[in-house]
């Protein structure tokens, strides 16, 4: 093919908003998708001998979902679609993918980056019974699937996907005994006002939490000290109250998540510097309002820079496209680029707001006994990486990471980092940034041993 | 070889709340034929028969998967020729055979 070669990375909303941006100016871009259709985890597919309508599965994002699933399809001619490809590391202008045993490695001259997010974990006893799951994976069991993690579910954590799994968990009749939200009600009314950045999104939350009080579902705010409760496998979980009384609820099954946290470990590998972001208390990769980055070549659009959601990732998606072809003199499209660019800027206030309103447990972390896992790969305690912080001496995270595995094993960090870091800084009385992240390290995801490299 | 602990690991952790008029697959885990339907994966076959998945090679007891997003990678199991699968992301097919253990000697064994 003439002209630069650009290729995208994943093909949820940002993803599939970036293709058709390219396939508008008459390119043919590479799509990667590591799933088997496009919608990515929020507008996930369900698998073709599933009938339920998009109303019923998607709710309120029901033409979103509609309207992302139609733009594929109806681009899917003028892309090279690569579904259940993983891209495993990119170096230089090199990216490497795995498709079952198959290896190849792709040269580019632009890459998309629009690699999603995953839940935010903060690690509590109990957290790798079965039955506990992260609210991302309670709500694909349930859209994907159709099945319910369990007939009496809890749901903990904070984040906005606390109620909105609640609530479709409850419609789809199963018993949602109780929603424990650790961030406190105080910080919640408190940034209503500047949730009205996005007055729909604002009220869509309204409606989810009147939802559950007509339901009778008690939601707790302010929890304290949760446990989930075995011992072989969940039981109840038990807490305290934002008031210091113990409390406690029976369930079978236990979705769990704080928020979610950007999968950034490409734009890692591709050289991409990362700053510390003093407000989500996380690091995030460099890249302007246009999803450029630094590194020539390399673009990122979505949740993978920072979490703005769904809707901000259509608008981001685009915007990288226009960026990357700018760049590489293909189109201007100067004016479009400047609307997207304000249209973002709206979702950017509403973001700052849910952070308000649903921070990131930094006390609750704190407290954390030392007997708690917090290494789900390799059952690694709270106790062994402050050992390894005060006893052995690591004051940055990749040490720690050395010393005590927490952050090495087959998640590579994705459902333990976010504590680690919280947990060596708080044993080495560092500032949170001054600990550092874990550099990522390519295979970032598991491959077999039998892949066998084929030429694209 | 790790095997399903007794009493407590039953009932089956997942429920289906819907979509049950699909075809159904038969699949083997762990020798036992097991029915699942169409369009499942690996992961919901398993759990809405039994109660967890695997056992943690770490001594802490017995896992059900986690993030159902490819990510956590806590689902593994094995098909009975050897080949490790990821539960959540790989979909059932008629006569799929796979065990809840890893296949005997894929590992040198501690003296």
New interface residues.
């Given amino acids: 093919m003439a002209g630069p070669r650009i290729v995208v990375v994943g093909a949820g909303p940002a993803g599939v908003r970036a293709a058709e941006r390219l396939v508008e100016s008459g390119l043919k871009p590479i799509v990667f998708d590591e799933a088997c259709s496009c919608g990515g985890q929020i507008y996930r597919r369900q698998p073709g001998s599933f009938t339920r309508s998009y109303a019923e599965l998607y709710g309120a994002d029901a033409d979103r979902a509609k309207s992302i699933h139609a733009a594929f399809d109806r681009i899917l001619p003028s892309v090279d679609y690569r579904p259940n490809t993983t891209v495993w590391n990119i170096s230089g202008n090199e990216l490497f993918t795995a498709a079952d045993r198959q290896g190849r490695v792709v040269e580019f001259d632009a890459a998309i980056l629009a690699t999603g997010a995953t839940d935010r974990m903060a690690p509590v006893r109990g957290w790798t019974l079965p039955g506990v799951y992260s609210l991302g994976g309670a709500q694909i069991a349930l859209k994907a699937q159709a099945c319910g993690i369990g007939s009496k579910i809890a749901l903990l954590g904070t984040g906005p996907l606390l109620y909105l799994v609640a609530c479709q968990y409850s419609k789809a009749g199963i018993d949602v005994q109780a929603v424990l939200d650790t961030a406190p009600l105080p910080a919640q009314l408190l940034a209503t006002r500047q949730l009205l950045a996005k007055p729909g999104l604002l009220m869509r939350g309204v409606h989810l939490r009147l939802r559950l009080m007509s339901k009778g579902i008690p939601v707790h705010n302010g929890v304290r000290s949760p446990e989930i409760v075995g011992p072989e496998r969940v039981t109840g979980v038990r807490w305290r109250g934002a008031d210091g009384t113990s409390e406690s609820v029976d369930a079978d099954a236990v979705a769990l998540g704080f928020h979610v946290r950007s999968e950034a470990q490409l734009a890692d590998l591709a050289g991409c510097p990362f700053s510390f972001d003093e407000q989500m208390r996380q690091w995030r990769p460099d890249c302007d309002a246009t999803g450029r980055t630094p590194r020539p070549g390399i673009y990122l659009a979505g949740d993978c820079i920072r979490i703005l959601g769904g809707h901000a990732a259509e608008i981001a998606g685009r915007l990288a496209a226009i960026s990357a072809m700018a760049d590489h003199g293909i189109v201007t499209a100067a004016r479009e680029a400047a609307v997207l660019t304000r249209r973002l800027r709206s979702y950017q206030r509403f973001q700052k707001a849910l952070t308000n309103a649903f921070p990131w447990p930094e006390a609750e972390i704190r407290k954390l006994p030392d007997d708690v896992i917090v290494c789900r790969c390799e059952a690694i305690t709270a106790g062994e990486l402050r050992k390894a912080a005060v006893v052995m001496g690591a004051a940055e995270l990749n040490r720690a990471k050395a010393f005590s595995r927490v952050g090495m094993g087959r998640c590579q960090g994705r459902y333990c980092a976010s504590a680690a870091a919280q947990i060596l800084s708080d044993a080495r009385n560092l500032p949170l940034e001054a600990v550092g992240r874990i550099r990522t390290q390519a295979p970032v995801k598991p491959l077999t041993i039998a892949l066998e490299r084929v030429e694209s | 070889m790790h095997t399903f ?1 007794p009493g ?2 039953e009932p089956p ?11 159904p697959v038969r699949i083997v885990v762990n020798g036992q034929s097991v029915e699942a ?5 690996v992961l ?1 076959a398993v ?2 028969t039994r ?3 695997r056992r ?1 090679e ?17 689902c593994w199991l094995w098909t009975s020729d050897g ?2 699968i990821r539960s ?2 790989t ?1 059932v097919a008629e006569g799929l055979s796979v065990v809840t253990h890893p296949p005997d000697n894929i590992w040198p064994a501690p003296a």
């Avoid at chain 2, 339907?37 to 994966?41: E, K, P, R, S």
């Fill in positions: 602990g407590p690991l952790q997942f429920v289906r709340v819907g979509e049950k008029q699909r075809q339907l169409a369009g499942d994966t919901v759990l809405t109660g967890s998945l943690s770490f001594g802490d007891g017995d896992r059900a998967g986690f993030c159902l997003m490819g990510a956590c990678q806590d080949r490790r959540c992301t979909t």
